[in-house]
């Protein structure tokens, strides 16, 4: 059953007959000039390269874990099989999968037949003639030896099994779902000729801006796309959540208009990255999303202040009051009936002034976000939960003014979380009030402990808090710690590393592993609880989810608006 199996799924890669002659061939001249999809892995073996004979390998492989699952029976029969296919081809199976794909594996939709065709490219003609005839015998070897269908177009022998189809000419493999799709593409194998994917103008200009060293490569017609009524969500521009408005928003509208969009990978013993571009104007973003690029496209992401044991940072461009007051034109109307709800109590809070307009337009647009690793070593109680801390930090365009304010509200919402409180039996807030050089100042709060609480180490998760806001000048901190707010206001204020960069976000993994060690007792007893775990199993599972953690450096996200082009680019880098 097994030799069945790997048969059979070997044949699902690759079959085909004969050798044509024919002129050199370039893979985007082979796909017909309607293809709206492409993607292309220029050089597979450099892929498996960063994949197998990565440093991580052998560290993976010195896991318990993995030396278990490869004890297993079912991974022995894998071995088995896969050996058996080893000694019909002849060579082992990463040797077949380099020479199979030396060349590259592209593959392409087309937006006239709506078929989907896959050019493997191959080291050679021999090699692949050899494959076809190795694996032609093997299904021979299967219960169902007729299994594979054969038919012929303009003298090519070709394949058929399961309804999709294989023919190969030369050292090109083809693999398709439709025959029309097929035909288009073998014409062009067979000829060496004919309107083709590299005539497309807007081909032409994605191509020109492929990253030399992409390991792989992709390309879609937006414009064909939306005017097929494709994915009609997608390119509607409407995204019907404030959240997911803040986020991708500005990316709806230019979604709208342009014409195509690219994306690249980039693999290598360095870590991962993927990057999306397309071309980008401020002419298309509608009036109502200028609160996502600003002004003419100028908005930019601030740096984020230094802290200590910096674990996630997020600093952006996003003028919120320019949202809040535009809503109406962003969203439906059970969305605005929650905005008009919420406004009305904001405004109550902050005695009469408009939250919208008098509040949130009393900050500037740049925002940012930061998370640390909370120290606990010394202070009591220390909560059986230990979660980061976390703050904002803002700007307010007239200091003076605000201050006074924001300090009142921030006094009047400690005293209702108060109330709340006692009617839940929690503990209750003390505010405090501290006076720092250069006239800085912080408005502080405390969770008072019980009694019987106030030397505990598995204490309340309420006392990972102490809400606290900052003022020094135009910064304006709101934390849930003092601590952190005490050190973002009197951090020095930093320099923007790049001014094309509209968001800009960054995940610490050493800080990440610390967080999650600090907690392993409380991880232990979830997996537990939740998997039925005995301890030793669960703490073999975390402890797993710990090294692995602990293999990664950073994971990091940036939005790009530059040159005409917008970019979102995320990369995770492994550490050395």
Not at 456 to 482: H, M
Request: charged share 25%; net charge negative.
């Amino acid at each position: 059953m097994m030799r069945r199996s790997m048969v059979f799924g070997w044949v699902c890669l690759v079959v085909g007959s004969g050798v044509v002659s024919a002129a050199e061939r370039v893979a985007t001249k082979l796909f017909p000039k309607s293809t709206v999809l492409y993607a292309e892995i220029a050089n597979p073996p450099s892929l498996l390269a960063a994949v197998f004979d990565h440093p991580l390998r052998q560290k993976i492989e010195a896991l318990e874990p993995y030396k278990q699952a490869i004890r297993t029976d079912s991974y022995r029969r894998f071995l088995t099989g896969r050996k058996f296919v080893e000694i019909q081809l002849g060579m082992e199976w990463r040797e077949a999968l380099e020479t199979l794909t030396a060349n590259g594996i592209y593959a392409g939709v087309d937006a006239e037949t709506e078929g989907l065709a896959i050019l493997i490219h191959a080291k050679d003609a021999d090699s692949l003639d050899l494959f076809k005839a190795k694996l032609l015998e093997l299904t021979k070897l299967g219960k169902n030896p007729d299994q594979i269908k054969q038919g012929e177009y303009r003298g090519i022998p070709a394949y058929e099994a399961d309804k999709t189809k294989f023919a190969v000419v030369d050292d090109w493999l083809l693999i398709t779902n439709k025959s029309e799709t097929g035909q288009e593409v073998l014409d062009r194998l067979i000829d060496g000729e004919g309107d083709c994917l590299a005539d497309a103008e807007r081909f032409q200009s994605a191509l020109s801006k492929r990253p030399a060293d992409a390991t792989g490569w992709a390309f879609a017609d937006l414009k064909t796309l939306r005017d097929a009524g494709v994915a009609k969500k997608l390119f509607a521009g409407e995204t019907e959540n404030p959240a997911v408005e803040l986020l991708v928003g500005g990316i709806f509208s230019s979604l709208q208009q342009s014409p195509f969009a690219t994306a690249s990978l980039r693999a290598s013993q360095a870590g991962l990255g993927l990057e999306f571009a397309m071309p980008h104007q401020t002419d298309w973003v509608p009036e109502e999303r200028n609160f996502y690029f600003g002004p003419g496209g100028t908005g930019r992401a601030p740096a984020v202040p230094e802290a200590k044991d910096t674990l996630f940072t997020l600093s952006t461009y996003r003028d919120i009051s320019e949202m809040w007051l535009r809503a109406g034109d962003l969203f439906n109307e059970r969305i605005n009936d929650g905005f008009a709800e919420a406004d009305a109590n904001l405004t109550t809070l902050f005695a009469g002034r408009d939250f919208g307009e008098d509040i949130l337009g009393s900050l500037t647009p740049e925002i940012s976000f930061i998370a640390t690793r909370q120290d606990f070593s010394d202070v009591l109680p220390i909560p059986a939960i230990k979660l980061p801390q976390f703050a904002l930090v803002l700007e307010l365009k007239e200091p003076e003014s605000m201050t006074r304010e924001l300090r009142r509200t921030f006094q009047s919402m400690i005293g209702f979380f108060n109330v709340v409180g006692a009617m839940e039996g929690n503990p209750q807030l003390e505010l405090g009030m501290d006076k720092l050089a250069d006239g800085a100042e912080l408005i502080t709060s405390v969770y008072i402990p019980e009694d019987d609480e106030a030397e505990s180490k598995q204490a309340n998760i309420l006392f990972n808090f102490s809400p606290s806001v900052g003022f020094a000048k135009e910064r304006f901190v709101v934390s849930s710690t003092n601590r952190l707010a005490r050190e973002l206001v009197q951090a020095k204020a930093p320099r923007r590393a790049n001014d094309t960069v509209n968001t800009d976000s960054l995940l610490k993994a050493d800080v990440l592993k610390t967080v999650l060690t600090d907690n392993r007792e409380q991880l232990i007893s979830q997996n537990m609880l939740e998997d039925g775990h005995t301890r030793e199993e669960a703490e073999v599972a975390i402890n797993l989810m710990l090294e692995l953690v602990g293999y990664f450096q950073d994971a990091s996200m940036k939005l790009n608006v530059a040159d005409d082009e917008l970019g979102l680019k995320m990369e995770v880098r492994v550490k050395d």
